[in-house]
């Protein structure tokens, strides 16, 4: 059985009084353990999934189900200890005006958990970053520093989930490998399941086991990472998705 | 023919901490021509693009042996001068549409406001010149995007704004500050083939800067490599895969490949003595 289980999820906003129909009928399984990844230009409803599955925006059809389990609305505590997200852009998805040590200690003052110091410092160093950043505020970091903080929180409640929205499009090329290095390390260590958005296919081949295609809300084709490599695609959306990166080829 | 000339280009900054060097002695010409620059985040390129439109502010600090632009002497120019300049002869797109879009006025408004201010143009024609440079950039929707308000628009979408707004007074030089970062790979090579077309067709000169050596090196004709405040290499674009540098090599192998191995990415070598 799929750890998650999505199920013709469809996804409606209403904007200025017309409907804006983001996901149509998207179906998509993810075993436990594993890494799949959601591609497609922006706008076409891969980060709405991911905010589908938090209970961020509003489901008008189909079924989300975790380990089997039809989630509650609203999401509980349960859910926020199996399933977190982390942001794309690490500059607006950290409190400004809180320490570090108040944004990692939070999920755990809210679910009881004690122990706060020993486990923020572990965070801390669990992501690769030094034990005296816990008094910093967000300014005083880099964006790096700040999507491994973000990372961290995630990590506060020991998730089997990670919802990766973008988490480098807003880091620098050499950042970005030290994140996905961190990314990669930590699901190894702790078997996590990614669940990744990103529009870069080489960042999805190297993170993701079986990839998801999709274009206006509507999932396009799913292939696995082989046939990526290969550029055996069915259709001609993706096969023009992967002339785009055609430079991100190995040896290009 | 040479449209900018940079030489030895300074840029500093008094802080509390004591005095940042940004940008320590860069030299560089520009024809109608596709140049990069590439470097990490804190590497001065973002500077040195600033510095050409005269965009620093104090405790900033510009000084540079030379910089002229089609004659005008830049760091002579007066602040009028540089009014006139900025926009209809040197445009810059900058990096964040979220930060660099007025918030609180709809897209429409911002895109006519120059046509309307500078050229005196009227509503409709402005609208119409307006909603053509939205297509320009393949802008589905130009009339709904016209009605928006900034934080109604994706990052993609505020990036393509921002491009077409820079575009509308057909500029001689334009800046382009990481202007496909934020958007994906089939949109960056509509925009990217867009930019192109400019330069070739309105014989427009260009500095692309970005932290993508890949993109850049596929996009323009000849790459400068910063780090540091400094150019550590420059070299034909064409070239880039023969780089001797250690840091342009390190930038190259850092990025992950489509059937490349699962083994950890190659960490970047910082080498400080590179920049000595």
New interface residues.
Partial sequence: MALIEIDTLSVTFT?KGRPVRAVKGVSLNVAQGESYGLV????SGKSTILRAICGLAPVSGGTIRIGGQPLPHPRGPAFSRQVQMVFQDPY?SLHPRHTIDRTLSEPLAIHGIGNTDQRVTQALNDVGLPPNFRFRFPHQL??GQRQRVAIARALMLEPSILLLDEPT??L???????T??LL??LRAERGLTFLMVS?????I???CDRILVMQHGQAVEELPREA???AEMKTDYAR???A??A????G? | MTLLSVKNLRVTFDTEAGVVEAVRGVSFSLGRERLGIVGESGSGKTQTGRSVLRLIRPPGRIEADAMTFDGIDLMKASERDMRALRGPRIAMVMQDPKYSLNPVMRVGEQLMEGLRQRDGMGKKEAHAKAIEALAAVQIRDPERVMDAWPHELSGGMGQRVMIAMMLIPNPDLLIADEPTSALDVTVQAEVLSILDNLVRTRGMGLIFISHDLRLVSRFCDRVLVMFKGKVVEELPARDLMKAQHPYTQGLLNCLPRIGGPREPLPALDRNAAWAN
């Fill in positions: 904007a497609g230009e922006s706008g607006a880099s964006g499009s807003a620098d090329a050499s950042v970005q490998a030290e996905l290095n990669n390390r529009h870069d296919l080489a960042v081949d190297h993170m990526l490599a290969r023009s998705l992967f785009a990166s430079d991100r080829m190995l290009a």
